[in-house]
């Protein structure tokens, strides 16, 4: 019997055919613009790129529907109010979002961003309350996860960060600061969310892509006396790891070598895809080819869970060159129409923000057939 299955955690997560999802307004930029300050727009401030209420773009009812996807990768997660009461500055109410993805049988990593990890990092008095309440936004007050809750994220590519003081160690710390509020809480176990960490490809130590990084969080896990108790790393923890490596490569990877140095922990792709701008030629059809060729290569299989493709929408309001173009769709230089920002909310109370019209590029089509 395969370990996920000795694994509620991991089981209920499976199949993954998931997708990277930060769906930012075609005038944001590197430096967010006051009125949106951060990179989370999954929430109900912004409802109208994500719901489908009011001539909103229904996001989530096309992932879902359309591309058949079950979770998203999120990257930003603000820090919430407390259940039943209205976003106070710098707050983000994220209720609304979940709901709406579990209407649609989706699922979400909670992110704890590398923004609250770099706190973490730096012994920040705040971050432990922080943290508690996106426990307990995901909770509800209760003692049950929302449905869309799959499991928490903590940082992306820690072991690229190390300039926010971000390491294998602060991953630790940070998922211990998520079990104390569980306790405090008093969260079942049976009850408590799966816990990922994805980290890159880079090679370090002469070892095969990102086993250095697992290796290290494996031994941060362990160390550390509050996950100890809780036997986190063999009853929580799932690989996740960030590769835009062929398919061919990838299926020696999953097969052969992942399971040569973790052959009971379960993992999958947080992130893999290519970039226009690095195809050969570099055009979108070539793009959705080479990613029709990961996935071919990448269904699940053993303790191999699945992938997430990276990403939903090209980030040229956010990034350039290469980083701009992993979507699966683009702005079409239009607006469906405009949305509000609440009036009185800090900050951009009562500022506009355009709901983009997108078009969808091959590779759309490719991700929607192999999900299927």
């Keep these: ?43 109900d401030s912004f409802s109208l790129i994500w719901g489908k209420d009011h001539n909103g773009r229904g996001d989530l009812a096309t992932i879902a529907q359309d591309l058949h996807v079950n979770l998203l990768h999120l990257y930003d997660w ?31 990593f909670v992110p704890i961003s ?19 309440a996106m426990v ?6 209760g003692t049950t996860p929302h449905a869309a ?20 160690d602060t991953i630790a710390q940070t998922a211990a600061l998520i079990v104390q509020a569980e306790d405090q809480l008093g969260i079942p176990s049976a009850q408590r969310l799966p816990i990922t960490s994805p980290v890159s490809f880079a090679v370090f130590n002469n070892l095969p892509p990102a086993i250095d990084a697992v290796q290290r969080l494996q031994q941060a896990f362990q160390n550390n006396s509050t996950l100890s108790a809780t036997q986190c790393w063999d009853t929580r923890f799932i690989a996740a790891l960030n590769s835009f490596n062929t398919g061919d490569f990838l299926k020696e990877y999953i097969d052969t070598t992942f399971p040569h140095y973790f052959p009971a922990l379960p993992f999958f792709l947080g992130e893999m895809g290519i970039s226009v701008q690095n195809c050969t ?22 303790n191999f869970m699945g ?5 939903f ?15 699966l769709t683009k702005y079409a230089g239009g607006q469906q129409t405009q949305g509000t920002i609440p009036p009185g909310y800090t900050p951009g109370g009562g500022q506009s923000y355009p709901v983009d019209t997108l078009a969808r590029k091959p590779l759309f089509a490719t991700v929607a057939k192999a999900y299927q």
């Design 313 to 327: 929408l090209n980030q040229s309001a956010l990034k350039q060159g290469s980083e701009a173009a992993f979507g």
């Design 1 to 43: 019997m395969s370990p996920i299955n000795n694994r509620p955690d991991a089981d209920r997560l499976l199949p993954i055919k998931g997708l990277c999802y930060v769906p930012a307004p075609s005038d944001d930029q590197p430096s967010p613009p006051q009125k949106y300050f951060d990179t989370d727009f999954t929430n």
């Design 281 to 302: 030629p570099p055009t979108e059809e070539q793009q959705a080819t080479f990613v029709a060729a990961q996935l071919a290569q990448t269904a699940p299989r053993a």
């Design 136 to 141: 307990r936004e995901i909770y509800g007050g």
């Design 78 to 108: 603000s820090v919430p109010p407390a259940p039943g009461s209205a976003p106070g500055p710098y707050q983000r109410n994220h209720r609304p979002f979940l709901d709406g993805c579990a209407a649609v049988g989706l699922r979400v």
């Design 114 to 132: 590398n923004y609250f990890v770099g706190l973490v990092a730096q012994n920040n008095p705040d971050v432990a309350g922080q943290i508690q």
């Design 307 to 311: 992938t997430c493709v990276f990403q």
């Design 149 to 168: 809750a799959g499991l928490w994220s903590i940082g992306n590519e820690y072991d690229l960060a190390q300039g926010l003081g971000i390491t294998a």
